[in-house]
């Protein structure tokens, strides 16, 4: 079984701990005067991408976004992207692994989420430089390594996401019960580590210490779906995944997920997509 290409931390600056768990780059720099083009792929960390200058595609588990100035692309551990990024774009790149920022303390855990829970901002020229100059500071001590520098930049990372949310305070998902949210997005990182063997809502339920109309009940109220639907929508995406970034066929593929007759995941899969494995990957 064949798996969609991960790519790591570049830990230009040293081999610890801290320099495979963090890093930032200027974007200028990293593109050298020319286009960067990458094939389908996935990170193993939280990927963020801010554009004081843009030109490019970004494709981000299928959806397909025009990189643009005064943008922020904000990617989780695990979604599969493409990117073109035209020379003479200005920015910062910065990528740091789950257990860098998560194992922080409690109210980081949160911030993480609610601002991973989109995957592009889009802001005011005067709200960007904001967000810019603390990425700016963080790009400074990163580089210059003075003492504490990493405490640094993990409390200049918290004041970057709060920034981030405030941003997007408009949007209705940020009127969601808190207690909701978090349900929400417990059982999102569950369906990431289980769907291959956990199909059913009540096992998911049981694994959160909810009823299965308690877990339906926040589902309706956060994404307006029932669980089953999310359910069957991770399923989707991670089956599109494998069939556009590896060559696995689609039997692998099918048992890779859980389904013993390849059939009947053929059948789901066109009853959710309109296309059969085979066509939806020539597409």
């Known amino acids: 079984m064949e798996h969609i290409p991960i790519r790591n931390i570049d830990a230009t600056q040293g081999k610890s701990f801290f320099f495979k768990s963090f890093s930032i780059r200027d974007v200028q720099g ?23 200058k843009g030109t490019g595609d970004h494709e981000i ?23 073109t990024l035209k020379a003479g774009s200005t920015g910062y790149l910065m990528q740091f692994k ?9 109210l980081s855990n949160q911030l993480l989420r609610k601002a991973s829970n989109l995957n592009l901002y889009q802001s005011e020229v005067n709200r960007f430089e904001k967000l810019l100059s603390i990425l ?3 790009f400074q001590e990163y580089t210059d390594k003075q003492e504490g520098y990493k405490e640094v ?17 408009d949007n209705p998902s940020n009127s969601v019960n808190s207690y909701e949210q978090e ?3 417990e059982f999102s990182e569950l369906l990431e580590t289980h769907i291959s063997s956990h199909k059913q809502v009540s096992q998911y339920a049981g694994m959160l210490n909810l009823s299965s109309y308690q877990l339906n009940a926040i589902t309706k109220a956060t994404r ?9 929508e991770y399923i989707i995406l991670e089956s599109k995944r494998y069939l556009l970034a590896t060559t696995n066929q689609v039997n692998q593929i099918a048992y890779h997920l859980g389904y013993e007759d390849v059939s009947y995941f053929i059948r789901f899969f ?14």
């Open 136 to 138: 700016t500071y963080i």
């Open 98 to 106: 789950t257990d860098f920022y998560y194992s922080y303390d409690t």
């Open 153 to 169: 930049i993990k409390a200049n990372l918290g004041i970057f996401l709060v920034e981030l949310i405030r941003q997007n305070s």
């Open 30 to 52: 990293l593109l050298a005067e020319k286009d960067m083009i990458q094939e389908l792929h996935r990170h193993d960390f939280f990927y963020v991408l801010a554009l004081k």
């Open 224 to 232: 307006g779906k029932t669980c089953s639907e999310l359910i069957n």
């Open 183 to 185: 349900r929400l997005e």
């Open 270 to 283: 066109k009853k959710h997509t309109g296309y059969s494995p085979e066509a939806f990957r020539h597409k």
């Open 61 to 83: 588990d299928f959806t397909s976004y025009k990189v643009c100035d005064h943008s922020v692309f904000f990617m989780r551990p695990g979604q599969v992207h493409q990117l």
